[in-house]
């Protein structure tokens, strides 16, 4: 497992990312629930993750965060990344980001992908 804490801190909302391997939807669902056992996770107010299954096809779950999850599987799916989940949590801070959320999210994700390429 990969996670990076404190990505990103905008106008009082936080960002972290965390992602390993796993085998379909109840493999992402598993690693969610895994990260929830952490009680910051389990009160982070969006948990939005998305994997491309080799069995399944493409898998995703916006936690309320209306399309954070089609965005990071359009990141996986550019990089071809197969049976990896890659989970975008958010604590928010009481200010609505607008569409620098998409923002964020890429940029959470990037960060993830960049870790798992250089080992780290």
Known sequence: ????????RDRGS??????GPVQGRAGAEGFVAGLKREKRFAKATHNSWALLSATEG???????????GAVILRMLEREGLADFVVVVTR???????????FAHVVACARALLDARRTGG
């Open 58 to 68: 493409p898998l995703k779950n916006d936690d309320g965060e209306s399309g954070a």
């Open 91 to 101: 604590w928010y801070g009481g200010v609505h980001l607008g569409g620098d959320r």
């Open 14 to 19: 936080r960002y972290a990312v965390s992602g």
């Open 1 to 8: 497992m990969i996670r990076l804490d404190d990505v990103i």
